[in-house]
């Protein structure tokens, strides 16, 4: 009788230490799921803006806007964030013939750049939450604004 209850003790210490295991790695899974989920999420947001400025290279606002919103407009039309606590503060736009970030030539190879940086992400880890900024997305293309006449 005394060994079964010994052996009732060790099943319930196996199962906390698998346990343990077990949720630790759920948790790390739904931390890299989350990121992986912003991280696309933030590259498909740049890609759309940068396909709107690559077309529209006179309205920088606009392209900031479709990176946010998907809408030129902004919230003018009651548009809402994509992405939770994205905004266009995050989102800068180089220009053909912005000095410092473009050719200031504005030549027909001119390309049209959309970064997005500083957004903020939290760990779902309850033991040491964290909270880290995600690096910064970059999308780049040549603009067709822009053409030479020959």
Excluded: W
Excluded at 57 to 81: H, K, M
Excluded at 101 to 129: E, H, K
């Amino acid at each position: 009788m005394r060994n079964k209850r010994l052996q009732r003790g060790q099943a319930m210490v196996e199962a906390g230490l698998i346990l343990f295991v077990f949720v630790t790695f759920l948790v790390g899974t739904l931390d890299f799921g989350q990121y992986m989920y912003f991280h696309q999420t933030l590259t498909e947001r740049a890609r759309a803006a940068l396909r709107y400025g690559v077309v529209n290279t006179g309205d920088r606002l606009a392209i900031q806007n479709v990176a946010v919103y998907n809408d030129p407009a902004g919230t003018a039309n009651g548009a809402t964030a994509l992405v939770p606590s994205f905004t266009t503060d995050m989102v800068s736009v180089c220009l053909p013939g912005d000095a410092g970030c473009a050719d200031p030539a504005a030549t027909s190879d001119s390309r049209v750049s959309v970064t997005i940086s500083g957004y903020q992400m939290t760990t779902f880890n309850l033991v040491m939450p964290r909270d880290f900024t995600n690096r910064p997305i970059t999308a780049s293309a040549p603009s067709e604004a822009v053409s030479s006449i020959n």
